[in-house]
Structure formats: structure tokens, C-alpha cells
């Protein structure tokens, strides 16, 4: 009996857990993303507020680059929760095809079932890389807009502590 098909078939299915992973990983990351955002934005606010004081008031410059740091985050965080919310989606078998693996295709040979099952592996396999493609890029954004926003926020201490020295 020839073994291709059990190779073809082992691989698609190998492929089809590493997609699997790779998805969790971004998922993972997403999720640390939209944390770490607004953990940030408190820390900063509350570092100012310790080191200037309840009554200093913020400068205009200040509130102008706080807001835009506040913006980056918010945007990096709705990136996260749609890398999350998107890779919850992708095709897989529909009931269709798996009643016909129960039914017609019951009594085919075994390299026509390894064939049928790893055709299904793969139409999964290929939406599921197409998302998680999708997902990487999206997370790169959020990463670029994070440190777009820890830049804003280091410039508002800057501009704070200068603001603070010129009075």
C-alpha cells in the first residue's frame, strides 16, 4: 500500500494545528495589548499627578498630547479586541459535508477518506491562515500606535515639567 497519502495527510494535518497555535499566539497578544494600553494612560496620569501636585493645571500643550495619547491607545485597543473578535471566525466543514463522511463516503477506501478529511483540513487550514495573516498585520498597527502613545506620553511629562520650571 502506498504511504504518500498518510504523509500528505499527517502534514496537512500538522499545518492545520501550527495555524491553530499561531492563531492563540495573536490572540495572546492582542488581549496584553488592550491591557497594557490602559494601564499606561493610568500610570502616566497618575505619575503627573503625584510629582506636580492635585492643583497643578495640565497645560494646553499637555492636554493636546495627553488626548492624542489617549487616542493612540483607544485605537490600538479596538485593533486588539478586532484581532480577537475576527480570529474567532473561519470556515470549517459544514454539517453537510460531515453527514456525507457519515453516510456515501462510509465505506470508501482509506486513502480516499485520508483524502476527503485532509480536502476538509485543508479548506480550514487556508481560512485560517488567511485570518491569522490578517490578525499579524492588525497587531503591528496596535504595536505601532502603543508606542506612538508612550512617545505622546513621555512628551507630556516633558512638556509638563518644562511648563512646571518656566512658572
Given at each position: 500500500?502506498?504511504?504518500?497519502?498518510?504523509?500528505?495527510?499527517?502534514?496537512?494535518?500538522?499545518?492545520?494545528?501550527?495555524?491553530?497555535?499561531r492563531r492563540?499566539?495573536?490572540?495572546?497578544?492582542?488581549?496584553?495589548?488592550?491591557?497594557?494600553?490602559?494601564?499606561?494612560?493610568?500610570?502616566?496620569?497618575?505619575?503627573?499627578?503625584?510629582?506636580?501636585?492635585?492643583?497643578?493645571?495640565?497645560?494646553?500643550?499637555?492636554?493636546?498630547?495627553?488626548?492624542?495619547a489617549?487616542?493612540?491607545?483607544?485605537?490600538?485597543?479596538?485593533?486588539?479586541?478586532?484581532?480577537?473578535?475576527?480570529?474567532?471566525?473561519?470556515?470549517?466543514?459544514?454539517?453537510?459535508?460531515?453527514?456525507?463522511?457519515?453516510?456515501?463516503?462510509?465505506?470508501?477506501?482509506?486513502?480516499?477518506?485520508?483524502?476527503?478529511?485532509?480536502?476538509?483540513?485543508?479548506s480550514?487550514?487556508?481560512?485560517?491562515?488567511?485570518?491569522?495573516?490578517?490578525?499579524?498585520?492588525?497587531?503591528?498597527?496596535?504595536?505601532?500606535?502603543?508606542?506612538?502613545?508612550?512617545?505622546?506620553?513621555?512628551?507630556?511629562?516633558?512638556?509638563?515639567?518644562?511648563h512646571?520650571?518656566?512658572?
Amino acid at each position: 500500500m502506498s504511504t504518500q497519502g498518510q504523509t500528505y495527510y499527517e502534514y496537512v494535518l500538522a499545518e492545520l494545528a501550527r495555524e491553530h497555535e499561531r492563531r492563540s499566539s495573536a490572540q495572546s497578544r492582542a488581549s496584553s495589548l488592550g491591557s497594557f494600553g490602559s494601564g499606561a494612560v493610568a500610570l502616566a496620569t497618575a505619575a503627573l499627578t503625584l510629582s506636580l501636585g492635585n492643583d497643578y493645571r495640565v497645560s494646553a500643550w499637555g492636554s493636546a498630547l495627553l488626548a492624542l495619547a489617549l487616542g493612540a491607545f483607544l485605537a490600538s485597543t479596538v485593533m486588539a479586541v478586532h484581532v480577537f473578535a475576527v480570529g474567532q471566525r473561519y470556515e470549517v466543514s459544514n454539517e453537510w459535508t460531515l453527514r456525507e463522511l457519515l453516510t456515501s463516503h462510509w465505506t470508501d477506501s482509506e486513502p480516499a477518506a485520508r483524502n476527503h478529511v485532509a480536502s476538509a483540513a485543508v479548506s480550514t487550514l487556508i481560512a485560517l491562515r488567511s485570518g491569522n495573516n490578517g490578525g499579524a498585520d492588525r497587531l503591528a498597527v496596535a504595536g505601532y500606535l502603543q508606542a506612538g502613545g508612550l512617545g505622546l506620553l513621555t512628551a507630556v511629562v516633558v512638556v509638563e515639567y518644562a511648563h512646571m520650571l518656566s512658572q
